[in-house]
């Protein structure tokens, strides 16, 4: 199992960045899939789930401005983060349950 | 929400000796089907989480048998029999009965 995640980066408060999370070595169509992320020092923060059927769902702290998706074709995951503001600053996380996480993905949000 | 309480260690631990890390959780994690909802992770200096322990006591593939999971609906331990160097890091417990996903705020091993 490999989860890449990509797609971070420096984005001004208000913008919009989408993330994403190439997925290898297994069945991807067949699992749900998790975005945890971890600002600068802190804790871990779970951020939304998609299941298997693309159920979602979301922490307050970011419902209403981040899409959780799926391309099952393309075996990636993916997070869009709209109105972007400083607190969403932070490592993002990819993972299969609880066995499986990605290397992370650094977003800053800073003018 | 569920809230997740841990405790700290009295760092540092001597190599060799043995360490506890307590979690407690606002809500009962035991389900109805016997299992409780809960997940104990290391995450190295650097490094994405690591899963040790899922539903409250089970060991994940590879882990060593030093680390094991016990406790009740709301009140459990992280144990470490004879800590080593390679165990340094944050220990975070999670629950996983329902949405959202929470986690503890983390607690630091630091090895004499």
């Known amino acids: 199992v490999q989860l890449v995640e990509s797609g971070g980066g420096l984005v001004q408060p208000g913008k919009s960045l989408k993330l994403s999370c190439s997925a290898s070595?297994?069945?991807?169509?067949?699992?749900?899939m998790h975005w945890i992320r971890q600002a600068p020092g802190k804790g871990l923060d779970w951020v939304a789930y998609?299941?298997?059927?693309?159920?979602?769902v979301y922490a307050d702290a970011v419902k209403g401005r981040f899409t959780i998706s799926r391309d099952n074709a393309k075996n990636t995951l993916y997070l869009q983060l709209n109105s972007l503001k400083s607190e969403d600053t932070a490592i993002y996380y990819c993972?299969?349950?609880?066995?499986?996480w990605g290397q992370g993905v650094m977003v800053t949000v800073s003018s | 929400d569920i809230v997740m309480t841990q405790g700290a260690l009295p760092n540092p631990v001597p190599s060799g000796e043995s360490a506890s890390i307590t979690c407690q959780s606002s809500?009962?994690?035991?389900?109805?089907?016997?299992?409780?909802?809960l997940n104990w992770y290391l995450q190295r200096p650097g490094q994405s989480p690591q899963l040790l322990i899922y539903?409250?006591?089970t060991r994940a593939s590879g882990v060593s048998d030093r680390f094991s999971g016990s406790g009740s609906g709301t009140d459990f331990t992280l144990k470490i029999s004879s800590v080593e160097a390679e165990d340094v890091g944050v220990y975070y417990c999670?629950?996983?009965?329902?949405?959202?996903?929470?986690f503890g705020s983390g607690t630091k091993l630091e090895i004499k």
């Open positions: 993972a299969r349950g609880p066995h499986y």
């Open positions: 070595g297994f069945t991807f169509s067949s699992y749900g």
């Open positions: 998609i299941s298997s059927s693309s159920g979602t």
């Open positions: 809500k009962s994690l035991l389900h109805s089907n016997g299992k409780t909802y």
């Open positions: 539903w409250m006591s």
């Open positions: 999670q629950q996983f009965l329902e949405y959202p996903l929470t």
